[in-house]
């Protein structure tokens, strides 16, 4: 399982020599804090972990207070010792203080560890370049996919398609109703609320909870801002929907995915692929029972699409690949995967054979180095092309 993985690489990396500050970012509810403590009872280290998602008000003298608790464990001994701190991009300043405390531990040799856990991967990660250039090593934590959902709990293909990959939430899918409103109220609300307008400036926060709706209902099709607007209630522009969308992409919520064009200015001047990081944000939003979605076809095309996409786009975090879309005209690639200069083109079919692809041959002509997939119809299985890593699709 790719979260147990991400124990073991956390743990050796505790291990090595030398000291990095190891950072674990991503959406609410995928297993950061899970990860932490299963490395915190296996490391043998003295430990000490802290969170800042209580409500009491905390600042930069709240980090100093924990740290300065570490740091006594670490003087009790010869080993050394291990700080986790969660949700630390609530903290105003964090990344400066935490930079501070880290150069003042280099510098007397302490053998410290720290491990800092962030549910805004945007806001930690603008942190960490800013301020922590140098120091830290980045574990991107992102939405559990089929594989893990199917270890951990047994789910069968169409279950994971419809529910997603809310590991909390699994327990639920029993009471539809209940498990709608928990995604809806727990997740969704949450993470907009306090990881993405709590931790931002948003001027017009009506219309990027707007955008997220859009993006629900419009999950895996192209978009243009222009028409974007024209479905929102609240007056805009493009440049704030571009940024609003930014915004949702870091709180593991919403993305757009720009077009392949082979050069960088033409794909930032594309209209958007709207994208939801994990199926279950769209399908509690659409309030369509599982037994309905699965009877319509085109909507339950529509949420194997938003699957493959979604799981492509959360195999690459923390990777040097990337994802987009392609079309000219009327036809169109479903997803293209980059990796340096190799690409993989994937079309996808939930229903029927496979038939003419036109798509997927211009693209192919356009560019001869790409590997056409097939998934589903009689291509690749869809469940295993689900369970297969982004990177094997380059071999």
Known sequence: MFQRAMGDTLARRLKQPRR????????RQVGKTTIARQVMQSAGLPCHYASADEPALKGTVWVHEQWETARMLCDRGTVPGLLVLDEIQKLPGWQETIKRLWDEDTAAARPMHVVLLGSSPLMVH???????AGRFELIAVPHWSFDEMHRAFGWKLDQYL???GYPGAAQLVDEPDRWARYVLDSLIETSISRDVL???????????????????????RVLSYNKM????????NTTTLAEYLSL???????????????????RRASSPKLLVMNTAL????????FSSARRDHAHWGRIVETAVGAGLANGIMGTDMKLYYW?????????????????VAVEVKSVGRRDTLPGLEKFCREFPNARPLLVGADGIPLEEFLQTPPEQHFD
Do not use: W
């Not at 079309?327 to 690409?343: I, P, T």
């Open 20 to 27: 990095f500050i190891q950072v674990l970012a991503g959406p």
């Open 126 to 132: 603008r942190g960490l370049t800013e301020s922590l």
């Open 282 to 289: 769209m399908n509690a939003s659409a309030g369509v029972p």
């Open 327 to 343: 079309n000219d005209g009327n036809r169109e690639v479903d997803y293209v995967l980059r990796r340096g200069d190799k690409l």
């Open 229 to 236: 607007l024209g479905q929102l209630q609240d007056a805009g």
């Open 162 to 164: 419809y529910f997603g």
């Open 198 to 220: 709590l931790m931002t400036r948003v001027n017009k926060p009506a219309l990027l909870r707007q955008l997220f709706e859009l993006g629900c209902r419009y999950s895996a």
């Open 248 to 266: 949702l992409g870091g709180g593991g919520l919403l993305i757009g995915l720009h077009k392949y064009a082979g050069q960088a200015v033409r």
